[in-house]
């Protein structure tokens, strides 16, 4: 796993500067890790009230790993970087990079809200309500997101850090949806960004299998 200066392959140069989540985002990433660690408990609830036979036992056992390997994806060490050459962030396997000479700019989000987050209260003004994440994406001179930085893992200081590092012009935006800022930025927000009941329909949807799942293997 790459997660420490040393994995940097010497062809990206000596490194200048670096970033580790600070632990003011904790809260978020362990929120994000909440279903599958239910998930995972459950399962073990399962196999210790109700003690399966070999081969169920062994399937439930498989899926208690998968939720532990889903949390640890949002806990594990992270890190982003900084040579004369490149920006790179840390991954499971290698790093993702970016060409400093590439960057143009830097697009940073000190909130951004799901779709349909902000509504009106009775005096008719919106009301901002639920979580919102920061995000930084770095792009090249046609707008093409070069690198980004997920909220969920990296706090607005830290970005902020970056973008006044990398010295390139820097748009601060305090507060949108993913839909207004692809009308500035139509290609750094995905479809995914845009519409997140995709995630929310197909993660239910796969959440609400296993435990059908795991309820009827265990009940056999």
Not at 3 to 12: A, G, L, M, Q, V
Not at 124 to 153: A, C, H
Not at 189 to 201: D, E, F, N
């Amino acid at each position: 796993m790459a997660d420490n200066i040393r994995h940097i392959p010497e062809r990206f140069g000596e490194v200048q500067q670096v970033w580790h989540p600070r632990i003011t985002s904790m809260g978020r990433r362990l929120l994000a890790c909440l279903p599958p660690a239910l998930l995972g408990v459950m399962c073990l609830a399962v196999l210790w009230l109700r003690r399966p036979a070999p081969a169920i036992s062994a399937i439930i056992a498989v899926i208690v790993l998968a939720c532990v390997g889903l949390c640890w994806l949002w806990l594990r060490p992270s890190m982003v970087a900084v040579t004369r050459s490149h920006v790179l962030g840390s991954r499971i396997v290698g790093f993702h990079k970016a060409q400093r000479s590439e960057i143009e700019q830097a697009v940073l989000v000190e909130a951004l809200e799901r779709p349909g987050q902000a509504s009106a209260g009775r005096d008719g003004k919106p009301r901002r309500r639920g979580l919102t994440r920061p995000y930084l994406w770095l792009v090249d001179d046609g707008g093409r997101r070069l690198f980004r930085l997920d909220g969920t893992v990296w706090d607005v200081r830290s970005l902020n850090q970056l973008a006044d590092y990398l010295g390139v012009p820097v748009q601060k935006v305090p507060r949108t949806t993913p839909k207004n800022l692809a009308r500035s930025w139509p290609r750094i927000v995905g479809p995914l960004m845009r519409y997140p009941w995709i995630r929310s329909v197909s993660s239910g949807a796969v959440l609400i299998a296993t435990v059908a799942v795991v309820y009827w293997l265990a009940w056999q």
